[in-house]
Nanobody, 122 residues
Framework: QVQLVESGGGLVQAGGSLKLSCAASGRTVSDYAMAWFRQISGKEREFVAGINWSTYYADAVKGRFTISRDNVKNTVYLQMNSLESEDTALYYC??????????????????WGQGTQVTVSS
């Protein structure tokens, strides 16, 4: 079992950048497919970015966000550039079993963090 703790959220102006971190304990992040999701109040939680043997992104963030993994620090990151007001959400880190291909649905991920709030002001 793995425990996940997100950090790095905050308030930023449109066009700015933030880097989210997801620190794992109990197991190593290399044992899992890892992903970031986000949720706006009253809406479904949506996929943002994932990493297993490769990286993949939602169309809305492709070219602006980068997911990465540091196996030594046991941490997954989400570098967010050119932020837009539409990126305002609660961001969650998630871990699931590794399978071939992209995993963009919530059901593919077993372990979740508590979330970190990102607010982009226009």
């Amino acid at each position: 079992q793995v425990q996940l703790v997100e950090s790095g959220g905050g308030l930023v102006q449109a066009g700015g950048s933030l880097k989210l971190s997801c620190a794992a304990s109990g197991r190593t992040v290399s044992d899992y497919a890892m992903a970031w999701f986000r949720q706006i109040s009253g809406k479904e939680r949506e996929f943002v970015a994932g990493i297993n043997w490769s990286t993949y992104y939602a169309d809305a963030v492709k070219g602006r966000f980068t997911i990465s993994r540091d196996n030594v620090k046991n941490t997954v990151y989400l570098q967010m550039n050119s932020l837009e007001s539409e990126d305002t959400a609660l961001y969650y880190c998630a871990a699931g079993s590794i399978y071939p291909g992209d995993r963009r649905d919530r059901q593919s991920y077993t372990y979740w963090g508590q979330g970190t709030q990102v607010t982009v002001s226009s």
